[in-house]
């Protein structure tokens, strides 16, 4: 390795994990051991952001009684991303929805920043309220981000969070997300990721009795030597739940994208419907992609799905479409968007500005003869 | 439509292809001048939709031997799209299902590829939307097909309308329909050939694939032809297919016997 990673084992009070753990095994550290030994400074998410109506500050106290719960719920202390999250103690951005409240937008952006930036994010939402957010995970330069983001939903409540982690080819992303959910409550998740050096996504939900609704869409992209790694985790801890996951991947370059799925369903999870769909493109023979569903299932009335597509651009979608006169690369863009689409089109509204599409595909993803402005591909500016 | 001084659209010549060295096509040779309606006929597995996409340029294909040639160009040299753009069309056999990318915008970017090509103004949205809207009602499909991915989730009949909306929106010189028929109850089956004769005219080519007499009732051929082991092995009139309608292909086998494949 470049660099060396004892001091985050220092800040974590853990080893950085070996690529003999069966979790880490695919993911390639190198990146971050490049990352300049150094705490920055983590720009507030909320200055000069206008809370809107229903959603408001939780109190030190709120915070106090209530940070480390969902954490707690989806036994995630132990996992090294919130070790070393946890070992900084970055400042609690804490926030209360009640009600129907307007959408809101967090940003962590890194910036230029040289080192480890630390977010901390802690949301609740009462019971019956429901929110729609978007954070935006972004960086220009050599640094790295961490971000844990607990989520507590009560019952009946609606969430539905977009993550869009919008990278530079010297930063890297580690995020960690861990929510509870009470019965009756939905989470709509949509993730997307591209242009980071290496990003690790745990995404880990717990239906703490059972009978709520967990959706969960996700796109990585990766080129050049990048890696991205998702480690998703949901269990049922009652009866009567329903899962609905899908994640894509698409790999171009001497890239590296990893999936592992984890789901759960124990002997008190009678009645859960969990399916889940890993669909992956290799643009390059270079390229890996890693894909595992984990199932772990008990309970035995249950309607468990999975299934795992690898595969390159069709041929003979291809063909069809330049036998109608349309261009080799640009048919290939034109099957791409629509490959991302399927999960993209699940942001929240918001996204639309970052223009995420664009950035994957770079310009012409519109397929006129004259897209305006077209943001520069990530990756490649 | 025969005139013996039309000009030729396309001249296929000792045509030889394999897919993954296995020969296919064994020495296919045509010639189709305007006006002209033809119509291949011929047992599953003889190369028809071999032919076809040959033609189109897909790249599974290896030409081995001989020429096409499309008005005054070597069509062999041309990538698929430029093919498409200069008027050649293939109507598939098994439309591809495309999931993800909108039928609407596609059908936008194949016309306005073939305006290019042919010097004519691109079409914005709006423009599009008239054209197509116009063009749908020469098969009869609903717009609601537009706003959906293309062919996804479409019955065969419906794909098969989007195939000639597709024909009529590129305007195509030469048009291949591969078995457009099959598969078509008999109502689709008067839409799709009113949509061909619509189409077909003094400047144009049509090439039909088709099993099927009850196509060639409706749509009436000036050439029919035979394929068998990867060539054309009988050619006639529109008499020929009716003489194929009563005895079958059982004389193909005797006939392919006393007629050796040529060796390029
Ligand atoms: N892409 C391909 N790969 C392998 N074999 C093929 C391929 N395309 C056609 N063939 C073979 O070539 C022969 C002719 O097929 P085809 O052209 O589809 O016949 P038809 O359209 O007359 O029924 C068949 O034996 C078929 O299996
Ligand atoms: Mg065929």
Redesign the pocket.
């Known amino acids: 390795m470049a660099g060396s990673t004892a001091w985050l084992e220092g800040l974590a009070g853990a080893p950085v994990p070996s690529r003999r753990l069966e979790d880490w095994r695919f993911t390639d550290l190198t990146a971050l051991a490049a990352i300049h030994p150094k705490l920055a400074m983590a720009p507030d998410p909320l200055a000069g952001v206008t809370l809107p109506a229903g959603v408001s500050r939780l109190s030190s106290e709120a915070v106090e009684a209530l940070l480390g719960r969902a954490l707690h719920a989806n036994h995630s202390e132990q996992h090294w991303l919130v070790q070393l999250n946890q070992g900084i103690q970055p400042a609690v951005v804490g926030l209360g929805v009640s009600g129907a409240a307007q959408p809101l937008e967090l940003i962590c952006d890194a910036g230029e920043a040289e080192g480890l930036v630390p977010w901390r994010i802690l949301l609740v939402l009462e019971e019956g309220a429901s929110l729609e957010l978007l954070q935006v995970q972004r960086s220009s330069g050599a640094n790295a981000t961490t971000v844990i983001t607990e989520v507590l939903l009560g019952a009946g409540s609606e969430l539905r969070l977009g993550s869009l982690g919008l990278g530079d080819r010297q930063a890297c992303l580690l995020t960690h997300l861990a929510v509870e959910q009470a019965p009756g409550s939905t989470l709509a998740l949509t993730s997307a990721s591209a242009g980071w050096a290496l990003s690790r996504f745990e995404p880990r939900v717990v239906q703490s009795h059972g009978a709520a609704h967990t959706q969960m869409r996700s796109l990585q992209w990766v080129d050049d030597q990048q890696c991205a790694d998702t480690h998703s985790a949901i269990r049922f801890d009652g009866p009567g739940g329903t899962l609905d996951q899908l994640h894509k991947a698409v790999a171009d370059g001497a890239a590296r994208s990893v999936f592992n799925g984890a789901i759960s369903v124990p002997r008190a999870a009678q009645q859960t419907e969990a399916s889940q769909l890993s669909r992956s493109l290799l643009l390059s023979d270079r390229a890996r992609i890693d894909t595992k569903p984990q199932l772990e299932i008990v309970a035995d009335d249950v309607r468990c799905a999975h299934g795992a597509t690898v595969s390159r651009l069709q041929q003979d979608e291809l063909f069809y479409l330049q036998s109608r006169g349309i261009a080799a690369a640009q048919a290939s863009r034109l099957l791409l968007r629509g490959f991302c689409d399927e999960v993209l089109r699940g942001l929240p509204a918001a996204a639309a500005t970052w223009r995420p599409l664009e950035r994957l595909l770079g310009a012409d993803t519109q397929l006129s003869p004259d897209p305006e402005q077209p943001a520069a591909p990530l990756g490649k500016v | 439509m025969i005139r013996p001084d039309a000009p030729i659209l396309l001249e296929i010549q000792g045509l030889h292809a394999s897919?993954?060295e296995?020969p296919?096509l064994n020495g296919v040779n045509l010639t189709i001048r305007a006006g002209e309606i033809h119509a291949v006929m011929?047992r599953?597995?003889?190369?028809?939709?071999?032919?076809s996409k040959v033609l189109a340029g897909h790249p599974?294909y290896t030409v081995t031997a001989g020429s096409v040639r499309y008005q005054d160009v070597n069509l062999l040299e041309l990538e698929p799209e430029q093919r498409a753009r200069i008027g050649l069309f293939l109507g598939f056999?098994y439309p591809v299902e495309i999931p993800g990318v909108s039928n609407l915008e596609f059908l936008r970017v194949a016309t306005n590829a073939r305006r290019q090509e042919r010097g004519d103004d691109e079409l914005d949205t709006f423009a599009f939307e008239d054209l197509v809207r116009e063009r749908l009602n020469v098969v009869q499909m609903d717009p609601a097909f537009l706003e959906r991915s293309v062919n996804q989730g479409f019955s065969g009949g419906e794909k098969k309308r989007n195939e000639i909306l597709q024909m009529a929106l590129l305007e195509p010189l030469v048009a291949i329909l591969d078995e457009t028929d099959s598969g078509l109850d008999i109502d689709a089956l008067r839409i799709v050939a009113s949509g061909v004769n619509q189409l077909a005219g003094p400047h144009t080519a049509t090439l039909l694939i088709t099993h099927y007499q009850r196509l060639l009732d409706l749509i009436t051929p000036d050439f029919v032809h035979v394929?068998a082991a990867g060539r054309i092995l009988r050619s006639g009139g529109k008499e020929l297919a009716l003489e194929l309608e009563r005895t079958g292909y059982d004389w193909v086998d005797a006939e392919l016997a006393r007629q050796p494949v040529e060796v390029p």
Do not use: E, F, P
Request: charged fraction near 10%.
């Open positions: 897919v993954d296995q296919i011929g599953n597995g003889s190369g028809k939709s071999t032919l599974a056999q394929m």
